[in-house]
């Protein structure tokens, strides 16, 4: 006597047997259910179409020996439609890491945005209630710094160096006229630009414009790197996503996924095996993206990982007020020797006294304020990069994989089904099935795949070349050299760490984090003239103004402009 689990066995094998007895092409006699399908999926006419099954001498790849339901028109039409549901397949697959890559890329900008503005209102606060004389007069400054700085960062051909030096040299005059020589504030324009041109020879402002380009340089290109190779990133999903497939691979696609349909066996799907050999065949020249794909997200990290301290872009923007205060103290406290020499190169001026122009509050505006408050930490930037690395990381082998993440995910039948072989339904697939990549293609029993693909060679070299980008951008953890721009040539040695002279903190003072944001930001209409005093709170330093407060998450700032007021008080 048979024991139960031989029973069952046995069972599970006629009704396999039966359902692929149910499932053979012999027993059709009426292509009804192919013609609704052929309406349904494909939105073709009906007319003309076969009712029942009838010889098929014509037909060019859905070839058999049995009566069929297709036309050379319907196989021509099913070629069609198999192209577009592989692409509609890439497409679906690919969506989730797409929308990834660009919802980060977006929000980096976006967050990036917002940091330059948040850097140009602290500067404009430092003018506006430090050194109110110059304030108005240095707002054009300030506007066009910040300007080439967002333009640097997102891609435009501006150079670095060229700015920072065009803020300080810009910054002298004021700074000569405002404070050095208190008073008299007017002088003729070619006086003015004398000073302008003697900034880089007098050097009032010490080393700090050399330490804003080395701090500018080191933060700005690995940021503006990171941007681009995120755009790229979306340029090879976009590439694969609509790949133009050969000719060879337009029929086994037909094969594998209509010429069933001929046979009037619409629900059948491909069995596990063939469709990894049609899908590997058709997908050897994407696969070859892999190793390049894995470096490019391993370079991201490795950049990602490196941006911190001086290399950190939100440090250094929310930090630059701290060194323009610096440098307009320093000038200062050398004034009567930055008199003397530039006295001996532009002369002594004819000047005629004036009332300077003062940060005004209008009313109409006093109603709309600006206001800064603290970012929680887990919204500063480097925390977002962070998490994006760490949800991309998923994706390393995603193009080596793509094929069968398809076969399992969208197209093959499960396992133990009867299916669908090329030729006819099978219990399994009985063909050697081949690996992913064009070498492996050489045993493949269902396509033949020859030469390279130009587009996927293209997307490959510039994956190459963004992965030299970020990988020369990823600072090393002893020693990084930065070469800025052609005029001048500064070469600046710099550690990995934040210290001092980068202007990270003060003496004694460790880091000086900045993790801000602005709440209610209005840029057409920001005006601080009005701000009374400062004082402590729980929260940190506020600022007051008539109608306007503007709260910093740490004491630094209110500090800084607090002891510049005592030294210059004929400001105030």
């Not at 590997?280 to 301290?309: F, K, Q, T």
């Not at 872009?313 to 701290?322: A, G, K, R």
């Not at 003397?340 to 001026?349: D, E, L, Q």
């Not at 701000?531 to 500090?559: F, P, R, V």
Request: proline share 4%; net charge neutral; aromatic share 6%.
């Amino acid at each position: 006597m048979m024991d139960a689990r031989t029973w069952r066995v046995g069972c599970r094998c006629l009704l396999l047997l039966a359902l692929v007895g149910s499932t053979r092409s012999e027993g059709v006699q009426s292509c009804e259910e192919v013609r609704k399908v052929f309406q349904w999926r494909l939105a073709g006419a009906v007319k003309g179409l076969p009712d029942s099954p009838r010889p098929g001498p014509d037909l060019q790849v859905c070839t058999s020996k049995k009566p069929t339901c297709c036309t050379r028109k319907m196989e021509e039409r099913y070629q069609i439609a198999a192209r577009q549901d592989m692409q509609r397949v890439l497409q679906t697959s690919s969506s989730t890491l797409k929308f990834l890559i660009s919802r980060n890329a977006a929000a980096f900008q976006e967050t990036l945005e917002t940091l330059i503005r948040q850097a140009e209102n602290y500067t404009s606060i430092l003018f506006c209630n430090t050194y109110r004389n110059m304030a108005l007069e240095a707002a054009a400054s300030i506007q066009e710094f910040f300007t080439d700085v967002g333009l640097y960062l997102f891609g435009a051909d501006v150079n670095p160096e060229e700015f920072v030096n065009r803020f300080f040299d810009s910054l002298f005059p004021l700074v000569y006229n405002h404070l050095i020589n208190p008073g008299v504030t007017e002088s003729s324009l070619e006086y003015s630009e004398c000073i302008r041109m003697a900034r880089r020879d007098v050097s009032p402002f010490g080393n700090i414009p050399q330490r804003v380009m080395g701090q500018m340089g080191r933060s700005l290109l690995p940021s503006r790197t990171f941007l681009q190779a995120l755009n790229l990133g979306i340029e090879v999903i976009n590439t694969t996503d609509h790949l133009y497939f050969s000719k060879e691979c337009g029929r086994v696609l037909l094969r594998m996924e209509y010429c069933p349909h001929c046979q009037g066996l619409t629900l059948s799907k491909p069995c596990m095996g063939y469709c990894l050999n049609v899908m590997r065949g058709c997908l050897a020249h994407v696969a070859e993206l892999n190793p390049h794909w894995h470096a490019y997200i391993r370079s991201l990290e490795e950049l990602s990982d490196a941006m911190h301290g001086t290399y950190d872009i939100e440090h250094v923007l929310l930090n630059f007020h701290l060194l323009v205060n610096d440098a307009v103290m320093q000038a200062h406290v050398d004034g009567q020797n930055l008199s003397a020499r530039v006295n001996k190169i532009c002369g002594r001026p004819i000047r005629s006294p004036t009332q300077s122009p003062r940060c005004s509050f209008d009313g109409i505006k006093e109603k709309h304020g600006m206001k800064i408050s603290a970012r929680n930490g887990e919204e500063t930037l480097a925390n977002r990069r962070k998490e994006f690395i760490n949800s991309l990381r998923l994706y390393r082998t995603f193009y080596g994989g793509l094929a069968d993440q398809l076969c399992v995910n969208e197209l093959a039948a499960a396992d133990g089904l009867p299916c669908w072989n090329g030729e006819d339904i099978v219990k399994s697939y009985t063909q050697r099935v081949v690996g992913n990549g064009i070498k492996a293609q050489s045993g493949n029993p269902e396509i033949k795949v020859k030469g390279s693909d130009p587009v996927i060679n293209q997307i490959i070299d510039k994956l190459k070349h963004v992965i030299q980008l970020l990988q020369g951008r990823s600072p090393k953890p002893d020693k990084w050299e930065l070469q800025m721009g052609s005029g001048g040539g500064m070469l600046e040695q710099v550690s990995g760490d934040c210290d001092d002279e980068d202007g990270c903190g003060g003496s004694g003072s460790g880091e000086v984090k900045r993790t801000l944001k602005i709440t209610d930001w209005m840029p057409d209409e920001m005006n601080l003239s009005d701000i009374k005093h400062i004082h402590q709170t729980d929260g940190g330093s506020t600022l007051d103004t008539a109608g306007a407060g503007c709260t910093a998450a740490t004491e630094s700032m209110a500090l800084t402009l607090m002891g510049a007021a005592m030294l210059i008080p004929e400001l105030w």
